[in-house]
C-alpha cells in the first residue's frame, strides 16, 4: 500500500514538473488599423484576456490618432500640428512630440551629413503632386524648391517653433511613423503589456517574447521569398525599400525616398534594413542610409553600433553586424 | 525506522519512479507535439515565387505545363515532369524544412520551409 501511495506521488511530481508549473500562458491577440500614418498598422499582443486586448489597443489607436494629427501636413484638420506650421511660418505653444520630432530630425541631419532632411517639404511637395499626377515634376522647379531647405531656418524654441525663411516647408515622413511606434510601444508597455510587436508601415517594434521564443521578423527579398528571418527580443527592425512604397512613370520605377542632393528618388539600393533598439532611430537611419554610398553608411553604421542589410539592384546584399543571410 | 523499511528494496523503487518520471516525459510531448509550426512549400520559377502552399493541406500544382507538385500526407513530391532526365521526379517526397526538389531543365524548384514569421517586411 505504501509503495502504491509512493508512486502515485512520483506520478503527480513528475507531470506537475514537466506541464503544471507555470502560470498558464497568455492569448495572442491581433488588430489592425488603416487610418493611421497612411499605411498598415498591426498590433500583436500576448493578455489574460480580449477585454484587456481590447482596452490596450483602443489607447494604442487613439495615441496613433493624436500623433498622426499633429505631424500630418497634407489633409490634417486644423490645429496646432505640422500643417499649421508650414501654413502659417510658426507655432506657439507647440505639442512636445512636436519638439522632440523635429529636435530628432536636426540630429538626423547631422548624424546623416544632410542625407535625412525634413525641411526639404518644398522639394518632396513636388514629388508628391508627381504622383497624383503621373508625371515628372519641372526641373527647375526641383532648383528653385532645393533653394529653401536649409534645416538651420528651422528654429525650435521653448514655446514657439518658426521658420524663418518663409517659402521653406517641413516634412517628416522619414521618421514620424518610426517616432511614433517607439511612442506607442511605450504608452502599451505603460500599460502592463509586456509581450507584443506593432508594424506601423513597415516600422516594427517588438517587446519582450512569445511563449514559445523570440519574434520572428522576417525581411523580404524584392524578388520574391525571404531573405532572413531576424528573432527580435525588444528590437526595431524597419525597411526602406522601393517594393512597397513607390510610382512607375513611363515604365521606370520610381523609390518614394528622395535624395536631398540630387533632388530625385534615391536608387543605390533596392532596399535598406535597419536593426536596433528605438524605432524612431530605425525610421531615420533607414532613409539615410538609403542615400547613401554603401561605405559611408557601413562606416555610420558601426559607429552607432545598429545592425543593417543593404539589397543592391542586381540581387546582392551587403551586411553589417551580426546578420546570418 | 521507518526508513529503513523502504530502503530495503531501494532499487525496485528507484526502476518504478524512473518509469513513471518518462511515462510522463512521453505524456508531455505528445500533448505539445500538436504545437509545432507550419511548414510551407515554396515553389519558384526562374527565381521568382510561383506560389505559396500550407504543407498540411494536401494539393496539386501544376506549374506552367513544365511539372506538377504533389503536396500529400505532409510531403511533397513532383510527377509528370516533361525534362528528359527527369531528375526532379526521381527526387522523391521531401518533407523536412530545408529541403528543396530542383528541376535545372524547367528553372523550377520546390522547397520546404519551416520558418513561421510573426511579421514580415
Known amino acids: 500500500m505504501k509503495r502504491l501511495l509512493t508512486a502515485f506521488w512520483a506520478v503527480l511530481i513528475s507531470l506537475s514538473i514537466f506541464s503544471g508549473c507555470e502560470k498558464a500562458p497568455s492569448e495572442r491577440f491581433q488588430t489592425s488599423y488603416t487610418d493611421v500614418f497612411d499605411t498598415v498598422c498591426t498590433f500583436t499582443a500576448y493578455c489574460d484576456s480580449e477585454e484587456e486586448f481590447e482596452s490596450v489597443s483602443d489607447?494604442?489607436?487613439?495615441?496613433?490618432?493624436?500623433?498622426?494629427?499633429?505631424?500630418?501636413?497634407?489633409?490634417?484638420p486644423q490645429g496646432g500640428g505640422l500643417l499649421a506650421l508650414n501654413r502659417d511660418g510658426y507655432l506657439e505653444n507647440p505639442d512636445k512630440d512636436i519638439t522632440d520630432l523635429l529636435e530628432l530630425g536636426k540630429?538626423?541631419?547631422?548624424i546623416s551629413g544632410g542625407k535625412l532632411n525634413i525641411a526639404?517639404?518644398?522639394?518632396?511637395?513636388?514629388?508628391?503632386?508627381?504622383r497624383e499626377n503621373g508625371a515628372l515634376p519641372d526641373k527647375d522647379k526641383l532648383t528653385q524648391a532645393s533653394m529653401h531647405m536649409d534645416i538651420s531656418k528651422l528654429i525650435i524654441g521653448d514655446d514657439k517653433i518658426t521658420l524663418?525663411?518663409?517659402?521653406?516647408?517641413?516634412?517628416?515622413?522619414?521618421?514620424?511613423?518610426?517616432?511614433?511606434?517607439?511612442?506607442?510601444?511605450?504608452?502599451?508597455?505603460?500599460?502592463?503589456?509586456?509581450?507584443?510587436?506593432?508594424?506601423?508601415?513597415?516600422?516594427?517594434?517588438?517587446?519582450?517574447?512569445?511563449?514559445?521564443?523570440?519574434?520572428?521578423?522576417g525581411v523580404r527579398d524584392p524578388d520574391g521569398g525571404i531573405l532572413t528571418g531576424i528573432k527580435a527580443k525588444d528590437l526595431s527592425i524597419v525597411t526602406s525599400g522601393d517594393y512597397e512604397r513607390f510610382f512607375e512613370l513611363d515604365g521606370v520605377r520610381y523609390s518614394h525616398i528622395i535624395n536631398p542632393e540630387t533632388l530625385y528618388p534615391a536608387d543605390i539600393y533596392r532596399s535598406v534594413t535597419v536593426v536596433c533598439e528605438n524605432s524612431a532611430d530605425g525610421d531615420a537611419l533607414s532613409t539615410s542610409l538609403f542615400c547613401m554610398d554603401f561605405e559611408s553608411g557601413k562606416e555610420l553604421c558601426e559607429k552607432l553600433e545598429i545592425k543593417a542589410i543593404w539589397v543592391l539592384p542586381d540581387g546582392s546584399t551587403q551586411t553589417v553586424g551580426d546578420i546570418e543571410l | 525506522?521507518?526508513?529503513?523499511?523502504?530502503?530495503?528494496?531501494?532499487?525496485?523503487?528507484?526502476?518504478?519512479?524512473?518509469?513513471?518520471?518518462?511515462?510522463?516525459l512521453i505524456a508531455y510531448?505528445?500533448?505539445?507535439?500538436?504545437?509545432?509550426?507550419?511548414?510551407?512549400?515554396?515553389?519558384?520559377?526562374?527565381?521568382?515565387?510561383?506560389?505559396?502552399?500550407?504543407?498540411s493541406e494536401d494539393m496539386e500544382i501544376e506549374v506552367d505545363k513544365l511539372l506538377t507538385v504533389v503536396i500529400e500526407g505532409g510531403g511533397v513530391y513532383v510527377k509528370n515532369a516533361v525534362c528528359p532526365d527527369k531528375l526532379c521526379e526521381r527526387r522523391g517526397s521531401i518533407s523536412r524544412s530545408g529541403e528543396a526538389i530542383v528541376c535545372l531543365p524547367g528553372g523550377v524548384s520546390v522547397e520546404i520551409s519551416g520558418e513561421d514569421y510573426d511579421f514580415v517586411l
Open chain 1, 59 to 76: 489607447s494604442l489607436h487613439e495615441e496613433l490618432l493624436r500623433l498622426h494629427r499633429l505631424f500630418d501636413i497634407y489633409e490634417g
Open chain 1, 107 to 110: 540630429e538626423y541631419y547631422e
Open chain 1, 120 to 130: 526639404m517639404g518644398s522639394v518632396l511637395s513636388l514629388w508628391h503632386d508627381a
Open chain 1, 164 to 217: 524663418s525663411d518663409s517659402d521653406m516647408r517641413i516634412d517628416v515622413g522619414a521618421i514620424a511613423k518610426g517616432y511614433a511606434a517607439q511612442k506607442a510601444a511605450e504608452l502599451i508597455r505603460n500599460l502592463g503589456i509586456k509581450n507584443f510587436a506593432l508594424d506601423l508601415g513597415g516600422n516594427i517594434k517588438t517587446s519582450g517574447s512569445k511563449p514559445d521564443g523570440d519574434w520572428n521578423i
Open chain 2, 1 to 24: 525506522m521507518r526508513s529503513n523499511k523502504r530502503i530495503s528494496k531501494p532499487l525496485a523503487d528507484c526502476v518504478l519512479i524512473a518509469a513513471l518520471v518518462a511515462l510522463a
Open chain 2, 29 to 55: 510531448l505528445i500533448l505539445n507535439a500538436g504545437k509545432s509550426e507550419g511548414k510551407t512549400v515554396i515553389i519558384r520559377e526562374n527565381g521568382e515565387v510561383f506560389g505559396e502552399y500550407p504543407i
